[in-house]
Nanobody, 117 residues
Framework: QVQLVESGGGLVQPGGYLRLSCAAS????????MGWYRQAPGKQRELVAT???????NYADSVKGRFTISRDYTKNTGNLQMDSLKPEDTAVYYC???????????WGQGTQVTVSS
């Protein structure tokens, strides 16, 4: 019902920035919460940030003050602005949404973010 496609990943130097986007498409869906997760090699997938249908946001302690999550309800897209990037931010970033029509989570295929000099 919902297909998610992430974009915007890439290679940046420490202190740099990236803006990730998540585009949702399909039919007969209604997204409530939207979030971003990331997974580095050898590590568990961790929550990065979430935003509710009411616009409330939450962030992992490791990214507070540096990342900003947002949504465009008209375009059914989500964004994650990442500033002051650190090498430890290197991971595959996944977009996820909860569809209230099907009552299930949907995941994108992920986009690679690499922070290195």
């Amino acid at each position: 019902q919902v297909q998610l496609v992430e974009s915007g990943g890439g290679l940046v130097q420490p202190g740099g920035y990236l803006r990730l986007s998540c585009a949702a498409s399909g039919s007969d869906f209604r997204i409530s919460a939207m979030g971003w997760y990331r997974q580095a090699p050898g590590k568990q997938r961790e929550l990065v940030a979430t935003i509710t249908s009411a616009g409330r946001t939450n962030y992992a302690d490791s990214v507070k003050g540096r990342f900003t999550i947002s949504r465009d309800y008209t375009k059914n897209t989500g964004n994650l602005q990442m500033d002051s990037l650190k090498p430890e931010d290197t991971a595959v970033y996944y977009c996820n949404t909860f569809d209230v029509v099907t009552s299930k989570l949907n995941w994108g295929q992920g986009t690679q973010v690499t922070v290195s000099s």
